[in-house]
């Protein structure tokens, strides 16, 4: 016998419940204006956050940047002493200051060497313009044969860390 499919009549199928479309939500225009000021106020939020953790992850690297400034600043008035003591040298290299500052130019070298290894370049131009965001003029002074605006003497070396200058150069001008 074969089986045969059981017939539903038309009767019960309009028993099953078809499911109501959700009702449309109507908004007065109170609403509305209400929904897109809160909307753009989360916008402006959101942005706001943005701009702060941005401006924070500049902050930070700039402080692990410049980390060393202090040190290199405590530093330099040393590297000047050494540099004086040094200048104080004559050709006679057998008397006993010879031999004494000898062991300061090694003292210097290495210092010389840690600046560079942290960055920290001098500032010791003779010849060059003179630029008021790494020379500090101190004196004037008419150079023949050197065009005016130009460094003629550096008195006191500058110093720049990672391209901030943390101490800029003393120099003669010309005139």
Known sequence: MEKKEPIVK????????????????????????????????LLMARADNINYRKRKDEEVANMLKFANEDIAKDI?????????????????LDDELSKFL??????????EDVLKKYDVV???????PFDANIH?????????????????????????LKGKVIRPAMVKVSE
């Open 10 to 41: 038309e009767t019960e199928k309009k028993k099953v419940k078809k499911r109501k479309s959700p009702k449309k939500n109507v908004h007065n225009e109170g609403d509305l204006k209400k929904i897109k000021e809160l909307e753009e106020a």
């Open 76 to 92: 330099l008035p040393i590297v000047d002493n050494f540099e004086r003591a040094i200048d104080l040298d004559d050709t006679n």
């Open 102 to 111: 000898a062991g300061f130019k090694m003292i210097y070298c290495h210092l």
């Open 122 to 128: 001098a500032i010791d131009e003779v010849g060059c």
């Open 136 to 160: 500090q003029g101190v004196l004037t002074e008419k150079v023949e044969g050197m065009e005016a605006g130009m460094v003629a003497e550096v008195l006191q070396k500058g110093y720049i």
